[in-house]
């Protein structure tokens, strides 16, 4: 088993729909948590961070961290075609120089 | 600021070429990273660099070297390109390691026929 699953889609809403993109995650002492997005032939960036349980908001971006169930969110809340990109979630534990990525889900947002 | 830099954008190999990747940052970040990214495989870390002179394998390190040349400077090396190493290359630093950004940079694309 993979320490990070994402569910790589391709996934494609129309233009003003909620989002919704997850992770789960095996390794109980990941505390670190964050979003990147990757827009075609780019390199990644990050979109999102959050620090251990809990909700952050930023905009139109909602991340959620569930660490009872282990699990990653991520909700674009009324999508446009520019958030169209490859969503990647990443995850590493206190004192590890390391990321770990999920596979990436990539969304399309139609006109 | 350039952030993270990679030289060459694209290159074509033939099996059993050699080259060398380079990538800098003038962030003065200490740790350094370098990923390839294929389809259906995410990105997945090569080698990285906690800080000058030390360099340690990640996931996918057999066919590759490194070389932490300086704080600003990470190059990676393929002695004898393979088929299997055509893949798109990404150089990445932070300034903490896991818990902190990493930034990449725009990648590097790697042919081998």
């Known amino acids: 088993q993979k320490e990070v699953e994402q569910d790589p889609g391709p996934l494609s809403v129309p233009e003003g729909a909620i989002v919704s993109l997850n992770c789960t995650y095996s390794?109980?002492?990941?505390?670190?948590f964050m979003w990147y997005r990757q827009y075609s032939r780019k390199g990644p960036e990050l979109l999102m961070y959050?620090?251990?349980?809990g909700n952050k908001e930023d905009g139109r971006f909602t991340a959620q961290v569930d660490k009872s169930s282990k699990y990653i969110s991520l909700f674009i809340r009324d999508s446009q075609p520019s958030d169209s990109a490859t969503y990647l979630c990443?995850?590493?534990?206190?004192?590890?120089?390391?990321?770990?990525f999920g596979k990436g889900t990539k969304l399309t947002v139609n006109p | 600021n350039a952030g993270v830099t990679q030289t060459p954008k694209f290159q074509v190999l033939k099996t059993g070429q050699s080259m060398t990747l380079q990538c800098a940052q003038d962030?003065?970040?200490?740790?350094m990273y370098w990923y390839r990214q294929d389809p259906g495989m995410g990105l997945r870390l090569i080698y990285y660099?906690?800080?000058?002179?030390?360099?340690d394998k990640g996931e996918v390190p057999n066919g590759y070297n490194v070389s932490r040349l300086n704080k600003r400077e990470f190059s990676l090396r393929l002695e004898s390109a393979a088929p299997s190493q055509t893949s798109v290359y990404f150089c990445?630093?932070?300034?903490?390691?896991?818990?902190?950004?990493?930034?990449f940079g725009p990648g590097t694309r790697l042919l081998v026929l």
């Open positions: 990445a630093s932070s300034s903490a390691g896991g818990r902190e950004t990493q930034y």
């Open positions: 660099s906690a800080s000058e002179g030390t360099t």
């Open positions: 390794n109980s002492a990941f505390q670190y």
């Open positions: 990443a995850t590493s534990q206190g004192g590890s120089e390391k990321l770990v």
């Open positions: 962030m003065n970040h200490n740790s």
């Open positions: 959050t620090y251990s349980s």
